[in-house]
């Protein structure tokens, strides 16, 4: 099991996008092919960004930015629990690919029974 490690540098990087996760074989058989679906897609500003065959899953990009993304990056309501979104407090819940995104992730050790 992987645990984060480290502190928001409010970099902005995970609230630049929108990520989507689908359901892969609902999603395949309203198309004739995974290009065909990439096609689709990208008439909409999507990308598919991954594909998780083991867990059925299909992933999405789009580029989105937050509303509460200021201009130099910062997250306007980071610090108000109470208007930041669950999501945002757990993001990133999984290792991301950007460098500049302060967040990592280590192997945490088996719990003993």
């Known amino acids: 099991m992987l645990r984060r490690t480290g502190e928001c540098n409010q970099c902005g990087e995970c609230c630049k996008t929108l990520n989507i996760t689908a359901v892969r074989d609902v999603t395949l058989n309203q198309h004739r092919s995974i290009k065909e679906l990439e096609l689709y897609l990208s008439y909409r500003g999507i990308r598919l960004v991954g594909e998780d065959i083991e867990r059925n899953q299909l992933l999405y ?53």
Not at 62 to 80: A, M, R, T
């Open 61 to 113: 990009s789009i580029d989105i930015p937050c509303q509460q993304l200021g201009s130099e990056n910062e997250c306007k309501v980071h610090h108000n629990s109470e208007a930041k979104p669950l999501l945002c407090h757990r993001y990133p819940i999984e290792p991301d690919d950007s460098e500049e995104c302060s967040y990592q992730f280590q192997t945490s050790p088996p719990l003993s029974q």
